[in-house]
């Protein structure tokens, strides 16, 4: 039972660490708050648990693990990864300029739930933290099938508000920069951080 609960206090503080700290999902997050709203970004919040859950499930049956060891499979995702976080990059960069009191994005959309799920098969931070947590559980000798869906479960809860404070911490740029000046800057700041974490997903792939 002491073996569980440090297990669960384990895979809380793992799944917290990596969930809140600054990564893809997150960057994407932010940048889809603040130019689409907090309310229109709630589908692309809740597909990031749900795919993180679901990897979880992956590597605790062993299928993580068989990913993990080739190195190949590992430097595709990542490259996927960075370029489609280039992608978003260049779609930031290339927007017109927002007029007026109307700064929600006349380009692009926000992405949908399950694309967002998608999205967590080509995250490398992502796969690192459901392998981790995989690894926590074989540790604790939880080899119930119910508690590791559990375990499954409790992560992607967890992951849950840690992602939304992103999304809201854009949406509240949004409310704040009314003008179009200081939303430009901001919006150049987004084009820096997930330009940044492209190059970074990249450079990770390729080691």
Aim: proline share 5%; aromatic share 10%.
């Amino acid at each position: 039972m002491i073996t569980n609960w440090l297990t669960v206090g384990s895979i809380v503080t793992l799944v917290f660490t990596t969930s809140i700290t600054p990564g893809p999902n997150n960057m994407m997050l932010l940048a889809s708050g603040a130019h689409f709203g907090l309310r229109a970004t709630l589908p692309h919040i809740f597909g990031i648990p749900i795919g993180f859950g679901l990897q979880i499930v992956l590597c605790v049956v062993g299928l993580g693990a068989l990913i993990a060891n080739y190195h190949s499979a590992r430097t595709v995702m990542g490259v996927a990864c960075a370029m489609y976080l280039l992608w978003l990059t260049w779609r930031l960069a290339v927007q017109p300029p927002m007029t007026g009191n109307n700064l929600t994005s006349t380009t692009g959309r926000p992405m949908r739930w399950h694309e967002a799920v998608v999205f967590q098969f080509l995250n490398p931070k992502a796969w690192g933290a459901a392998l981790t947590v995989s690894t926590v559980v074989a540790a604790g000798h939880i080899e119930s099938v119910p508690m590791q869906l559990a375990m499954a479960a409790l992560s992607a809860i967890i992951n849950l508000p840690c992602v939304t404070v992103w999304a809201a911490f854009g949406n509240f740029a949004r409310a704040r920069l009314q003008d179009p000046r200081d939303f430009a800057i901001f919006n150049a700041l987004m084009v820096v951080l997930l330009g940044a974490t492209a190059a970074a997903t990249f450079y990770s792939a390729l080691q």
